[in-house]
């Protein structure tokens, strides 16, 4: 073969090649943030799943951005629930040039990180966070898919009044921001309703020994607690409720507690079947899409449903509409767009107010009967 020949032969196996290489979807990194590990990381875990069946679905579908096909990768970042290392993760993330940030799940870490975000111009939507401030601050870059802390803590208050009857709570609190801003929510308009707040007291999210505040919280006798908090310490609490003997008070909280997992961390304490909590949202039976998407979720990840990938899902679907509508993965132009989002997700038909709330957001009362959670139709 001469030399003109092995040039013919090298060009007819190189043309494919840079042809299949032209061809090649573009990579685009679209990030998950929030606790992997530690008392919480079931709630972490359950929301990356929705991110993961939302790029799975992306994937599988094509999406083709200003003419160009592209595929999602999922960068996943643990934020342990912690402030600090929240921080630490969305400055990392902005220093990868992330596509998008679906994040953080809880107020303290979502805060904080929301002034990064915004520095560096990348979006982030929580699917979790629900305190007031995250979406008061003026960023153009933080998105919440879900109602926040004024409308849960403010249905909490009016059922325990309303329908409850109740008339002397005691309000615990772990002074995290999401545990204090919904207790602080559920006072406010518990003492406009007529209910005496006949205690207050304050723990940690770390805490797992309740006995002390409860037996003062006892001695007022209560016929409610409401606790600001999540799951890893509602459980206990609840245990510790039925050995002092409170098992006829009611005890009240946001979407923090409202979990499946409830059930195991109180070790199947009587006192669960006296919980009342208040989720962002519809219950999964009446979100419009939401049976069908369960059982898939169902099939991917046996056992690990909590409560907020539905709304991870859809964070994740509506960081790319934005994309495509604006024809760029490049945060600094797609992210005007997202305040034009009118998408028809699993969770609700999305929209955001000015100020990056969702538009016209549910809420869902949830009670437990024989240790299942049901919805209060």
């Not at 030399?3 to 043309?15: D, S, Y």
């Not at 990579?27 to 069946?53: C, R, T, W």
Request: hydrophobic share 40%.
């Amino acid at each position: 073969m001469n030399p003109t020949q092995r040039l013919a032969l090298c060009g007819a196996f190189l043309l494919p090649m840079a042809a299949a290489q032209a061809q090649a979807p573009e990579a685009l990194k679209l990030a998950y943030v929030g606790p992997l590990s530690g008392a919480q990381a079931h709630f972490g875990k359950d929301s990356e799943n929705g991110v993961k069946m939302a790029i799975d679905d992306l994937n599988a579908k094509g999406v083709v951005i200003a003419g160009k096909k592209v595929t999602f990768v999922l960068a996943s970042e643990d934020d342990g629930a912690d402030p600090k290392q929240a921080t630490t993760v969305a400055n990392k993330l902005c220093d990868m040039h992330v596509a998008g940030v679906i994040g953080h799940q809880n107020s303290g870490t979502a805060i904080p990180a929301s002034r990064i975000y915004e520095d560096c111009g990348l979006p982030h939507l929580t699917p979790s966070a629900t305190n007031p401030q995250l979406n008061m601050m003026g960023h153009k870059t933080s998105f919440r898919m879900l109602a926040n802390d004024n409308a849960l803590g403010g249905g909490v208050a009016e059922f325990s009044a309303k329908t409850l009857r109740l008339k002397r709570v005691a309000v615990i609190d772990d002074r995290t921001a999401y545990g204090q801003g919904i207790a602080s929510v559920f006072k406010k308009q518990a003492l406009a309703a007529g209910i005496d707040i006949v205690d207050e007291q304050f723990t940690t999210d770390k805490s797992l020994d309740f006995s002390s505040i409860l037996t003062t919280i006892k001695s007022k006798k209560p016929d409610g607690i409401f606790f600001g908090g999540m799951d890893p310490q509602a459980g206990p609490m609840l245990r510790q409720m039925q050995q002092l003997g409170l098992n006829d008070v009611k005890f009240m909280g946001g979407d923090g507690i409202c979990t499946e997992k409830l059930v195991e961390l109180s070790d199947s304490a009587k006192t669960v079947d006296n919980v009342i909590c208040a989720e962002g949202g519809a219950s999964i039976r009446k979100m419009p899409k939401g049976e069908a998407w369960k059982k898939e979720y169902d099939a991917k990840f046996p056992g690990q449903f909590q409560l907020f990938s539905p709304f991870a899902y859809d964070a994740t679907m509506v960081l790319v509409d934005a994309m495509v509508r604006a024809g760029s993965a490049d945060p600094k132009v797609y992210a005007p767009f997202l305040f034009q989002t009118n998408y028809q997700g699993v969770s609700a038909r999305i929209a955001f107010e000015s100020n990056g709330e969702l538009h016209n957001p549910t809420m869902t009362l949830f009670k437990f009967v024989g240790g299942k959670k049901l919805a209060v139709d």
